[in-house]
Structures are given as structure tokens and as C-alpha cells.
Nanobody
């Protein structure tokens, strides 16, 4: 299990940007696939971005492709989500997750709220 702590959420106007950070406690952070999920009220939690540890390959949901960028700094045990051109429909609780693969996330953060006003 990895302890994860997200930060960087907040209130922003449509068209604005935010950068989320997720700090991990594990000394083997560099060997975890990392993902960002979000959950809006009344909706299921959705994987929106992921990055594989072995290849650095990234995945994005269609809803965020071209606007969001996931990256990681293994020296700082941190994964980031740069969010640009934010829309009101991006409003959600954002979680980061760590796992042995992008199909198996076993550790979760507590979430950080992102609210985009129109």
C-alpha cells in the first residue's frame, strides 16, 4: 500500500488552469503505475489519465484529451495533473491512485475538489 496525498484543487473560472499534485509515501514509487480519477456528484468514478512506470506511456479519457497532462517526478515521489482550458463539466472530486498496472489500482488518496465556474 502506498499513502497518497493530493493537493492543488480549488475554484477556477471556465478557461482557467489548475495543477494537481499527488505526493506518495513509497520508496518504490517509481515502479507504480499512477492514475488520476474524478467523480462528480451522482456519477461513477472515472479514470481520466494514467502513466505507466515502465514505459512512461500515458492514457487520457476522451473528455480531457488535449487539455490535461499527466506527468511524474520520481525523484520527488510525485505525480501531477496539469489541467488547462477547464470547463464547468470538469467539476468533480479528483483522486490519484497507484497500482501494479493501470488495470489494478490498489492505493488511493483522499481526493481534492475542483470546481469550475461558468
Amino acid at each position: 500500500q502506498v499513502q497518497l496525498v493530493e493537493s492543488g484543487g480549488g475554484l477556477v473560472q471556465a478557461g482557467g488552469s489548475l495543477r494537481l499534485s499527488c505526493a506518495a509515501s513509497s520508496r518504490t514509487f517509481s515502479r507504480y503505475d499512477m492514475g488520476w480519477f474524478r467523480q462528480a456528484p451522482g456519477r461513477e468514478r472515472q479514470l481520466i489519465a494514467a502513466i505507466r512506470w515502465r514505459t512512461g506511456t500515458t492514457y487520457y479519457a476522451d473528455s480531457v484529451k488535449g487539455r490535461f497532462t499527466i506527468s511524474r517526478d520520481n525523484a520527488e515521489n510525485t505525480v501531477y495533473l496539469q489541467m488547462n482550458s477547464l470547463k464547468p463539466e470538469d467539476t468533480a472530486l479528483y483522486y490519484c491512485a497507484a497500482g501494479n498496472s493501470v488495470d489494478d489500482f490498489g492505493s488511493w488518496g483522499q481526493g481534492t475538489q475542483v470546481t469550475v465556474s461558468s
